[in-house]
């Protein structure tokens, strides 16, 4: 995200235009972020806070006495005059204030305090809107992180993805949101269902394990059950999986939807390898490979001549870096070329 974009993210949160996706992107680029950038940042919450009026999301007073601390240290740090008191009733144009958390009050209505993660890790944040309160993310170039919800069910989620959840389940369901990739462990109870909502479809569980992928950048999702049992609904259709069986969505850039698929005998190891710290392809499309090398390094892809048709077979290890990667490639005679933050496909 360039600070163009994250101006722009500010201007649209406020009128509830995002999607998780740049949500959690913008919390990324928080974290990295300049103190200058910042600072614009800043401004640009100032504005807003006086347009739209937001008097009600001021920070309550033990918020602003720790934040008061946070700054002095860094002020002490960088050999700066001593902070002034916040203003409560007004966002004080600051770019040690917004580096520590002005645009963060944005972003989570007041009453978040935020712990930005280090190294990419995941981030757990408050929703600002709808049923769903809270948001666990992992950004792109993060490791698969493991999360525990209220009722028990454990959760692996992959890079770039990000799921919505309630602070407690109610009621006789228990729902959450997906987007991205993520393996669920279902804490079992036929008095309240378990619903992973995605990308026009709706999964339901009673107690189960079983993964997601449904990156919204893809053409498809899929859905593949471990051991238990799941439906997968979409509309009128409904599948019910049994333990090694797929179900397939693809979303057609235009005309009818096409049904459903359903696939047989799926080598569950395969479908896992990414909750193990790897990558693995089997004759993948390179497009599809190069999308999830995008999202797990954090790289912009770039194709010098149009996407090639060709495919790739092959396992990468996480803890090898973007440039290994791109050697392996190679031995397939699939040549890139790495400068800064972007790769390009030279063939």
Request: with cysteine; proline share 4%.
């Amino acid at each position: 995200m360039s600070l163009k974009d994250a101006r722009s993210f500010v201007a649209r949160f406020v009128k509830g235009d995002y999607t998780p996706e740049e949500y959690a992107t913008f919390l990324q680029w928080l974290r990295d972020a300049s103190i200058d950038e910042l600072g614009i940042v800043a401004d640009e919450h100032e504005a807003l806070f006086e347009q739209w009026s937001l008097a009600a999301v001021a920070p309550s007073p033990e918020w602003v006495g720790q934040l008061e601390q946070r700054l002095d240290r860094a002020n002490e740090q960088e050999n700066l005059v001593p902070v002034r008191k916040l203003n409560t009733g007004r966002i004080v144009r600051r770019r040690m204030w917004v580096a520590a958390a002005s645009v963060l009050l944005l972003v989570t209505g007041g009453y978040l305090w935020y712990n930005y993660p280090t190294d990419k890790q995941a981030a757990v944040a408050d929703n600002p809107a709808g049923a769903l309160s809270k948001i666990f993310s992992v950004p792109r170039g993060g490791q698969q992180q493991e999360f525990v919800l209220a009722d028990g069910s454990k959760i692996w989620l992959n890079a770039a993805s990000t799921l919505k959840y309630p602070a407690s389940f109610e009621g006789s369901e228990r729902t959450v949101e997906l987007t991205g990739e993520a393996y669920f462990e279902v804490t079992g109870s036929a008095a309240r269902p378990f619903h992973v909502k995605i990308k026009g479809a709706e999964i339901e569980v009673l107690g189960t394990h079983f993964n997601v992928k449904a990156y919204h950048e893809e053409s498809s999702s899929k859905t593949t059950l471990v051991d238990g049992a799941v439906k997968v609904v979409r509309g009128t259709e409904i599948l019910q999986l049994k333990p090694g069986e797929q179900a397939e969505i693809v979303y057609p850039t235009s005309g009818a939807n096409p049904p459903m698929k359903l696939q047989k005998g799926v080598d569950i190891d395969h479908v896992l390898s990414w909750k193990s710290g790897d990558l693995e392809f089997r004759d993948d499309a390179l497009s599809s490979v190069m999308l999830a090398i995008s999202r797990c390094y954090d790289v912009e892809i770039r194709y010098q001549s149009g996407i090639p048709e060709g495919h790739f077979t092959g396992n990468f290890s996480r803890q090898s870096n973007i440039q290994q990667i791109l050697n392996q490639l190679e031995h397939q005679n699939i040549r890139c070329s790495l400068q800064g933050k972007v790769v390009t496909v030279l063939r």
